[in-house]
């Protein structure tokens, strides 16, 4: 079983709003950060924005401007990217990602220090 599987990717339109779900299977799931990427063709993967394991803080890309926010239910073992206001640039994969860190640490947005990944879900958003 994968560690970690999102859903709720899709094609949208232009200010429409969407979540997406990552489902866990790693043990100890409230110890890990929990981040979001995505990746065009071309590019490389970008950091959306992750919380931490108490979902006491949370940060995001420059280029998210108050558009997004994250979320986890560590009782369920989810996490969750809520996106407002999409735009055509915000087409891409989207990532989950887990970081196993120290509670107090700074929430990272490099992916290199992420330990788990999903296999990523669409999301396509029309002009």
């Known amino acids: 079983q994968a560690p970690l599987v999102e859903s709720g990717g899709g094609l949208v339109h232009t200010g429409d709003s969407l979540t997406l779900t990552c489902a866990a299977s790693?043990?100890?799931?409230?110890?890990?950060?929990m981040g979001w990427f995505r990746q065009v063709p071309g590019k490389e993967r970008e950091f959306v924005g992750a919380?931490?394991?108490?979902?006491?803080?949370?940060e995001f890309g420059d280029f998210v401007k108050r558009r997004f926010s994250v979320s986890r239910d560590n009782s369920k073992n989810m996490a969750y990217l809520h996106m407002d206001m999409l735009k055509p640039e915000d087409t891409g994969v989207y990532y989950c990602?887990?970081?196993?860190?120290?509670?107090?640490?700074?929430?990272?947005?490099?992916?290199?220090?992420?330990?788990?990944w999903g296999q990523g879900t669409q999301v396509t958003v029309s002009s």
């Open positions: 990602a887990a970081d196993l860190r120290p509670a107090r640490s700074k929430i990272s947005s490099r992916a290199d220090d992420y330990d788990y």
């Open positions: 919380i931490s394991t108490r979902a006491d803080k949370a």
């Open positions: 790693i043990r100890s799931f409230s110890a890990y950060f």
